[in-house]
T-cell receptor, first 112, second 114 residues
Framework: SQQGEEDPQALSIQEGENATMNCSYK?????LQWYRQNSGRGLVHLIL?????REKHSGRLRVTLDTSKKSSSLLITASRAADTASYFC????????????FGRGTSLIVHP | EPEVTQTPSHQVTQMGQEVILRCVPI?????FYWYRQILGQKVEFLVS????????KSEIFDDQFSVERPDGSNFTLKIRSTKLEDSAMYFC????????????FGPGTRLTVT
């Protein structure tokens, strides 16, 4: 299956610390996206990184992509309690559908 | 900032009944999607819609499901005869392009089938 799988499944940190979540996938991709979902709410798009990109930043977020290892990481620096949410990576298959396939997510809890 | 809206936020229905979930995508977007998320599980793709027709659908999207864009703003998902296992959050999303563009998700409709 193409889906990304996030690791760890759950992460608990203190406010101010950095949080790193990883995503691994199985086949070559066009793009990889990270989304956030607050409990019981819709998904919010965070970052899209294309297969020819290695790193992208957006505010306190840093995403890396290693296509040779078929993996991506999402780093949230100086975390805040408001960052508490589930984080999902979504991949779309090269030479196939552009529909993103979601993993099971990492549940992040940031303690104030 | 433009956003995708969905109504109702929560729908309770009896098994066998028809339900229609409604979405208003972002106005200049061209691609529309429905996803579902069963409690505690992954977000699963159901269907994509472009140029007034289905462009892609998953194996979940069987004959019990249909989508429609009845006018220039609404995008609906109909479940003809609901089953208990249809209970889930249903998310609508839209995007300007299909490939390499972010999808904007609505807040979801929680469907409870009793």
């Amino acid at each position: 299956s193409q889906q990304g799988e996030e690791d760890p499944q759950a992460l608990s940190i203190q406010e101010g610390e950095n949080a790193t979540m990883n995503c691994s996938y199985k086949t070559s991709i066009n793009n990889l996206q990270w989304y956030r979902q607050n409990s019981g709410r819709g998904l919010v798009h965070l970052i899209l990184i294309r297969s020819n990109e290695r790193e992208k930043h957006s505010g306190r977020l840093r995403v890396t992509l290693d296509t040779s290892k078929k993996s991506s990481s999402l780093l949230i620096t100086a975390s805040r309690a408001a960052d508490t949410a589930s984080y999902f990576c979504a991949t779309d298959a090269l030479r196939g559908s552009y529909i993103p396939t979601f993993g099971r997510g990492t549940s992040l809890i940031v303690h104030p | 900032e433009p956003e995708v809206t969905q109504t109702p936020s929560h729908q309770v229905t009896q098994m066998g009944q028809e339900v229609i979930l409604r979405c208003v995508p972002i106005s200049n977007h061209l691609y529309f999607y429905w996803y579902r998320q069963i409690l505690g599980q992954k977000v699963e793709f159901l269907v994509s819609f472009y140029n007034n027709e289905i462009s892609e659908k998953s194996e979940i999207f069987d004959d019990q499901f249909s989508v429609e864009r009845p006018d220039g703003s609404n995008f609906t998902l109909k479940i003809r005869s609901t089953k208990l296992e249809d209970s889930a959050m249903y998310f609508c999303a839209s995007s300007y392009r299909a490939e390499g563009y972010e999808q904007y998700f609505g807040p979801g409709t929680r469907l409870t089938v009793t």
